[in-house]
Structure formats: C-alpha cells, structure tokens
Nanobody
Framework: QVQLVESGGGLVQAGGSLRLSCAAS????????MGWFRQAPGKEREFVAG????????YYADSMKGRVTISRGNAKNSVYLQMNSLKPEDTAVYHC??????????????????WGKGTLVTVSS
C-alpha cells in the first residue's frame, strides 16, 4: 500500500520558519518526481515546489521563490520543504505528492500519481 505521510506543520508567527517532511512507502520512488502543494480554505490546490527523480532539478511557484527550498533524501523516498519568511497568506494544508510525469504548473492533478493527506501550516500575523 502506497503511503505518503507529511509532518512538521504547526503554528508559527509571521517571519518564522518551518521544515516540512514527507516519508513515502509502499513502492519505489527513486524514479518519481516529488513535490509540495498547498490548499487554503475556500481555494484551489496550488503548486509550491517540485523536485525531479534525481534531485538535480527543482521548480518553484513564483510566490514562493526565495523563501522555500525543496530537497530529497538520499534514498529518494523522502522529500523536505524548508520554508522561511512565512506570511499569513501561506496558511494552508500542505500536501506532498509523487508522480512519474509531473506537470508542476497544471492543476488540479499536476501529473501526480500519489498524494499525502497533508499537514496544516498556520502563520499568525
């Protein structure tokens, strides 16, 4: 059974930082791209950051560039999102996902095959 489990969310003040983690299991993910997406209440899911299967290429939403860094673990079955300078508008449920043919900027599916349930990030002003 494929599972993606996120952790690291929580409450943080504006300007603060959080590091999200995602552990994937149930199959080999070494040839899958992995990414982070978020969904705020009443809004559509949106792309945050993505990384290719090798970890050599990264992709970011314009709204997040310079504030977030995505990385993968050596075993390629984990992905991380370091978020800095957080703003209240970053409040959302953050999901990790894995896909064989990612389409980072094309929602709602973004080419992802597997999704985690998400971790809540709340940024207070």
């Amino acid at each position: 059974q494929v599972q993606l489990v996120e952790s690291g969310g929580g409450l943080v003040q504006a300007g603060g930082s959080l590091r999200l983690s995602c552990a994937a299991s149930g199959r080999t993910f070494s040839n899958y791209a992995m990414g982070w997406f978020r969904q705020a209440p009443g809004k559509e899911r949106e792309f945050v950051a993505g990384i290719n299967w090798s970890g050599g290429d990264t992709y970011y939403a314009d709204s997040m560039k310079g504030r977030v860094t995505i990385s993968r673990g050596n075993a390629k079955n984990s992905v991380y999102l370091q978020m800095n300078s957080l703003k209240p508008e970053d409040t959302a449920v953050y999901h990790c996902a894995a896909g064989a043919s990612p389409r980072w900027y094309v929602g709602p599916g973004f080419g992802m095959n597997y999704w985690g349930k998400g971790t809540l990030v709340t940024v207070s002003s």
